[in-house]
């Protein structure tokens, strides 16, 4: 049986690293570590497989518990930016009026955007009107009288 757990480790250790190389979020590589220590242990010892399994469970959960939370901070650091933040604190002038029921629409560089106002506000605001944008919330920008 220990024959086999050493190409069951593998396949293991190659799944996990695909899964993690789809998603670049640190899903799977602990697991790809305790599988891949799993393995050279199959290779070196005769240890049953049960304690093959329990040697994979505790290197996954060591490694898990003790980097996880460093790298997240480390990986959360490198966020960017992007075009669309530049847009916020803009004014703009509004092409079809907003109200708190109904989306408008503002033309910021020649290109027309759908525009909310923010949850609080109930005013009206009329076309050709200038508002600043404070946010944006998915595909719609949101603005506020100024």
Do not use: H
């Not at 909310?116 to 944006?136: F, K, Q, Y």
Request: hydrophobic share 55%.
């Amino acid at each position: 049986m220990t024959d086999y757990m050493i190409w069951i480790w593998l396949a293991v250790f190659i799944i996990c690293i695909i899964l993690e190389a789809i998603t670049f979020d640190l899903v799977s590589i602990w697991f790809a570590l305790g599988s891949l220590v799993a393995m050279i242990v199959a290779a070196a010892t005769d240890l049953a497989y049960y304690y093959q399994i329990l040697i994979f469970a505790l290197v996954s959960l060591m490694t898990l518990v003790l980097t996880r939370p460093f790298l997240k901070k480390l990986l959360k650091n490198q966020e960017r930016s992007t075009n669309a933040d530049d847009l916020i604190g803009k004014e703009v002038v509004v092409q079809d009026e907003i109200s708190k029921f109904n989306p408008g629409s503002v033309k910021i560089s020649g290109v027309i955007y759908q525009a909310i106002l923010p949850e609080n506000e109930t005013d009206l605001v009329r076309s050709g009107e200038v508002v600043t944008i404070i946010a944006i919330k998915g595909n719609k920008i949101v603005v506020r009288k100024r």
